[in-house]
């Protein structure tokens, strides 16, 4: 189901009751719910209004727009005549249902791409911004095989961990999702500018805010409350114990949804936030079969996601090699080349080139400061456009 079109006089109604400061989310819930448009609404009187949200609230729902109002509003109606681009409304029949159940539901939604997977089955995939090379991989592999499996794939379009699970996502046969904290055109970051042009033309781009709005801090943790919801469940890949995308795993706990974390060594800060989650409840995961499994798909398991995986990619390195013996040296999480050095008792050229023959093999990672860590698949590819769709800015 598409949106319907809106006349001009409509996108104004509902831009001015979207931009009203000062009227909070129930009294705008119960305005929609007592009138039939905005329009409607602001036909209405203050004492009418009041009656329903209090003198306040009335009072910030009647006041003038700003004086660019009219440039906003020409401003939208052109970004809606370029091609892939939609405005949804509150009271739009294709208004996702799970949305529709929030405490404070976006009363527009600016979509670049498909509509349709706003209402697909779909599994959020969120984690630190400064992952890993294996959390890169672990990501992408994980949404590949579950978009591959009918899942879409949700998740935000930072950097790090979201960026790996959209490209998984599209990668697979059911695309992706990304809800994003700026206007619909805008990108941030703007490293992601090939990504979010390819989630446009392929998946879907989600926003709640209006054209132009710039990346703010107190945008994102909100933002992750339409994560959870246009979910069955979350998978978290990587986190500290402060992490933001812990706020997505709560918000999903507390709508009913399945949480799922992949676990790590005791040793990585970056599995402290998982380990608090598994104690604390969420499902401990080794593959994507497991979340299928959890969903109740198909119990086979999809390709490559074999609990043995990591003894396969063992297999084409030749056993009486020294680089067997290296990589058997090497732990999953980051060594120092003193260390390897003494647990091989190889001589300095050999350990370079034995490293070198594992990193261009895409079984290790080089990372800064001399240390080297074990992953167990590739990493995630770079992005590449493979096609346009409307105008994005890259944000700063």
Known sequence: MSPRSLTRAELAGWLRLAGASGVPAAARAALLGAFASPEALFAASHAELATLVGDAAARSALAPPADDFEQRVDTTLAWLDEPGNALMTRHDPAYPEPL???????????????????????????????????????ATRFARELSDAGLAIVSGLARGIDGAAHRGGLD????????IGTGADIVYPACH??????????????????????????????RNRLIAALSRGALIVEAARRSGSLITARLANEMGRDVFAIPGSIHAPLSQGCHALIRDGAKL???????????????????????????????????????????????????????????????????HRRLLQLELAGRIAALPGGRYMRIASAQAEPTQARGTSAVLHSGA
Not at 109 to 121: N, P
């Open 285 to 351: 995961v080794e593959t994507a079969a497991d979340v299928l499994e959890e969903f109740g798909f198909d119990p086979a398991r999809p390709a490559g996601a074999t609990r043995g995986a990591p003894a396969a990619a063992e297999a084409d390195v030749d056993p009486d090699d020294d680089a067997r013996r290296l990589l058997a040296a090497i732990g999953y999480g980051p060594v120092p080349l003193e260390l390897l050095a003494q647990r091989t008792a190889l001589s300095s050229g050999a350990l």
């Open 172 to 179: 697979g046969a059911s695309g992706t999702v990304a809800v």
């Open 193 to 222: 500018h090939a990504l979010a042009h390819e989630i446009a033309e392929r998946g879907a781009l989600v926003s709640e805010w209006p054209l132009g709005t710039p990346a703010r801090s107190a945008h994102f943790p909100q």
């Open 100 to 138: 529709a159940e929030l405490y404070d539901p976006p009363p527009l939604l600016y979509i670049k791409g498909r509509v349709a997977l706003l209402h697909a089955r779909a599994v959020a995939i969120v984690g630190s911004r400064g992952a890993t090379p294996q959390g890169l991989a672990d």
